[in-house]
């Protein structure tokens, strides 16, 4: 199940980015700080739970995502690599894992099994002291 996602419910706020880059770090708000709330948000109610069910650091107690991204030097660059990462914990969540339905051995795989638990005790068996 495909989610897209709504870019306008997103609060985006520009910030200075960490790390080297020499003067033009000290200046320049580049990297993003991205905010989106999921009791707000336009999706599909069993998503919202899941997102709210994660236990992921980057979701607060009040249900509120907060993404830093900050890998370019660029703001748009850094604000479509939020995006895109918000987009991937939305489609996480939206995946549901097809419920595992237990099956039972066959009867020659039990024999399989039972036949080398036997030999491996035999060859065991030859191990031990020589009785004379």
């Known amino acids: 199940m495909s989610v897209l996602l709504n870019p306008d419910e997103v609060e985006f706020t520009a910030i200075r ?61 850094n604000r479509a690599d939020g995006l895109r990462r918000l987009q991937d914990i939305i489609t996480q969540a939206a995946h549901t894992p097809t419920p595992r339905r237990p099956t039972r051995p066959t009867r020659s795989s039990q024999r399989k099994r039972l036949d080398s638990k036997n030999t491996h005790g035999v060859q065991k068996a030859l191990r031990g002291r020589v009785l004379v």
Do not use: W, Y
Request: charge should be positive.
């Open 17 to 77: 980015a960490q790390g080297p880059g020499g003067q033009n770090v000290n200046k320049v708000s580049c990297a993003v700080h991205l905010r989106f709330d999921i009791a707000r948000s336009s999706l599909p109610d069993s998503i919202k739970e899941r997102l709210l069910a994660m236990s992921d650091q980057r979701i607060t107690k009040e249900g509120i995502i907060i993404l830093k991204a900050q890998q370019s030097r660029s703001l748009e660059q």
